[in-house]
């Protein structure tokens, strides 16, 4: 099954929202407590104070994303560098998978962008996992210049899902700037599903334009993680066997 | 990892115990029962701690004083300081790559040799750094006085210590407040500092080598003898101090094994070289007695015989630049400091609070921050920097004897990446050279550090007498 990592910064009160944790039912989750502090207090520091509240708050959230069921787990890191964390969890942890959390109420329609230099074929088969045989639709998004390669592209993805028996439907911005038709797109769509692009998450779900479609569709998004070709789960950076 | 070490016991006055959790240490994080600490530093980030911390104010308040006691032989003066550092270095380096925890030299000596030495060198080392901060910042005085003098403002020497203070409160609250990039920001201040000195050095040593400009007199080495090579060393020890500092972020490096090692290391070589040139070529310029009587900031005038006006702007901006890297990286770790103390229960646990909304250790940086205020104050250059050397030398020496302690009988858990080359010759010769750097001080330094030690020691009889800490990772 596929692992998604949901970090949360659980000393500044973020949580998941019930909308979100209902999504993620029939996944695996990691949630990844995480608290950033300024580069003069040793995380250590931090830890020896609020180790206990934060792990407090990190059991309940877990319990929520099925821990009993051992479909969830949580770890708690101290850390100067957030998306240094991200990575490192999501290589460990083998995570496809990230959640920027959002509010969302109870969700009944995904939108899935498969704009740009994506991994089509896998997140098109985690949507297929994701949604299972719930009642939740899938409006599949893209935004080229070129019509017809990309009607062809979003009719080939639907395919494997409508076969799954899910209500597939399509939508294609010709000449619009991707992010804003993306954006205007969300509307009436719980939850949003984009590919990461470059080899680190860093560029998309926390660069300018993830924030962007987080803040501005409000629910939550998921990123599929880059995977460079016949690496394992991660490919940015060099790292030893045994860690 | 490697069998369960013997725990740590007992409780202080208080009733709180040494708070000690096993941890494994990975190359990327710690990882503790519940929770997870990132590294984030790179080989970058550890060198530029170390020479962003000890470049500031050796390099730019001593040359006139050091010229003034020993001649051109100032720079032995250095060059022996530099060994000492060396020699003292790599032990720490085996040292931190056995115990990649934050916490430093004060670590080693308390599970090396146990809870009094550790008391001494924890709170020593407090007030160690507290007595550097004083120093760095009083040398900023003097730069922030020929900084308006330079731009053509008629100020008096008297602003020196109003100024000193005014920018030692400054970062004190900066500090508390949360300081975003400034590790960034250091390391560009370290790399604009190491190219002004990298161009002004090779200008001024082709004109001392008698390659371009005029030929100066040749002036006798030591003119004053060879003592006084000596007793300067132990004065400009300070420009040193710093190269420990990198192992007080042990727990935060990437990669320990290999980076700590380097960045010790390699910080102290790079800056030796870097200061022994410059005496070099500063007392090439003017006579040592010439220079000596520029006094604090005698580098700008050098800078001014070289280059002219630009030439003293860039020292002046240097050296403003330098005093405060090296200020305000002293003033965090004498917070590390406290840390890892009252983490220990040799000080009350209270003094490592974090304020949630700034994430930053305020109590601490508070009991950093306030004495160095009054010592600033007194504006006594010399007697600062040898009161910061000397309570830096005595945890320099032990963190040497801790090596030889644990090497005679190493225990299970100690497996460091890193081995001095030379042992025990090299730890031994690193102890000896500490405590003999130490003898050469003015009897008023060595009084202050000795009264300071006896005030540790009978903190610790009184508060952590039943803390036992040897041996407890």
């Keep these: 099954m596929t692992r998604v990592l949901v970090p949360l910064a659980i000393l500044e009160g973020e949580s998941a929202s019930a909308g979100l944790t209902t999504l993620l039912e029939p996944m695996n989750v990691t949630v990844l407590g995480y608290h950033e502090l300024p580069e003069q207090t040793p995380p250590d520091q931090a830890r020896l104070q609020y180790e206990e509240r934060a792990t407090d708050a990190l059991e309940g959230l877990a319990t929520e994303f099925g821990a009993a069921d051992g479909t969830a787990d949580y770890r708690l890191v101290f850390t100067h560098d957030r998306t240094q964390t991200f990575d490192r969890v999501a290589a460990e942890t ?47 998004f893209l935004a080229t210049d070129d ?37 205007d797109a969300a509307v009436g769509h719980g939850a949003i599903v984009v590919g990461e692009r470059a080899p680190s998450l860093r560029t998309l779900v926390f660069g300018e334009e993830a924030e962007r479609i987080a803040a501005e569709s409000v629910g939550p998004v998921l990123v599929v993680r880059h995977v460079e070709e016949g690496a394992g789960a991660n490919g940015n950076r060099t790292r030893s066997d045994d860690s | 990892m490697d069998g369960p070490p013997p725990s740590a016991g007992g ?181 604009l500092l190491l190219s002004i000195l990298v161009c002004f050095l090779s200008y001024g040593g082709l004109d001392a080598a008698g390659l371009v400009g005029e030929p100066a007199a040749p002036e006798r080495f030591a003119p004053f003898g060879a003592m006084p090579v000596f007793t300067t060393s132990a004065l400009v020890f300070t420009s040193y101090l710093g190269f420990a500092q990198v192992a007080t972020v042990a727990g935060e490096m990437r990669d320990p094994g290999r980076n700590l090692p380097l960045a010790m290391v390699g910080s102290v070589l790079i800056v030796g070289v870097l200061y022994v040139a410059t005496i070099f070529v500063a007392t090439s310029a003017f006579g040592s007695e010439q220079l000596s009587r520029f006094g604090e900031t005698a580098m700008v005038e050098v800078g001014r015989h070289y280059l002219g006006a630009a030439g003293a702007f860039a020292i002046v901006f240097g050296g403003l630049l330098a005093t405060m890297s090296s200020a305000n990286a002293s003033v965090l770790s004498t917070s590390r400091a406290i840390y890892a103390v009252s983490k220990d229960a040799l000080l009350p646990r209270r003094a490592s609070r974090i304020n949630l909304r700034y994430g930053t250790p305020h109590v601490a940086l508070g009991m950093a921050g306030g004495p160095i205020l009054v010592l600033t104050a007194t504006g006594r250059v010399e007697l600062l920097a040898e009161v910061a050397s000397f309570l830096h030398l005595i945890m320099y020496g032990l963190v040497c004897v801790a090596l030889l302690a644990l090497r005679r009988n190493e225990p299970e858990w100690y497996d460091p990446d890193f081995r001095v080359p030379g042992h025990p010759v090299v730890p031994a010769f690193g102890a000896v050279a500490s405590f003999a750097l130490i003898g050469f001080m003015q009897p008023a330094s060595q009084f202050v550090g000795i009264g300071i030690m006896i005030a540790t020691a009978g903190w610790y009889f009184y508060y952590a007498r039943d803390v036992t800490l040897k041996g407890a990772l």
């Design chain 2, 11 to 191: 409780t202080n006055v208080e009733g709180e115990a040494p708070q000690i959790e096993p941890t494994i240490e990975t190359e990327e994080a710690s990882i503790t029962d519940d929770a997870e600490l990132e590294r984030t530093l790179g080989l970058p980030g550890g060198l530029a701690i170390g020479i962003g911390t000890m470049i500031g104010a050796g390099i730019f308040v001593f040359p006139g004083l050091a010229a003034g006691r020993a001649g051109p032989a100032a720079a032995a003066s250095f060059a022996v300081g530099a060994l000492v550092a060396l020699l003292v270095a790599l032990p720490a380096s085996e040292l931190a790559t056995a115990m990649p925890r934050s916490g430093g030299g004060y670590y080693f000596i308390s599970r090396g040799l146990g809870t009094l030495t550790g008391t001494v060198v924890g709170l020593s080392l407090w007030f160690g750094l507290v007595f550097a901060t004083a120093f760095y910042l009083v040398g900023f005085g003097y730069y922030g006085v020929d900084t308006l003098a330079e731009l053509g403002l008629a100020v008096e020497e008297a602003l020196v210590i109003p100024l000193a203070l005014l920018f030692g409160a400054g970062f004190t609250v900066l500090n508390v407040t949360g300081t975003e990039n400034a590790a960034k920001l250091q390391n560009g201040i370290v790399a």
């Design chain 1, 147 to 183: 019509e017809s390669a990309g009607r062809e592209l979003l009719d080939t993805a639907a395919l494997p899902l409508a076969g799954r028996g899910i209500d597939v439907r399509t939508e294609l911005a010709v000449d619009e700037l991707p992010l804003e038709a993306l954006v």
């Design chain 1, 94 to 140: 083998k995570a496809d998978v990230y959640a920027i959390p959002g509010t969302a109420a109870p969700i009944d329609r995904l939108l899935v962008a498969l704009t740009g230099d994506v991994a089509v074929e896998r997140i098109v088969s985690f949507v297929g996992e994701l949604v299972c045989d719930r009642d939740i639709g899938v409006t599949l």
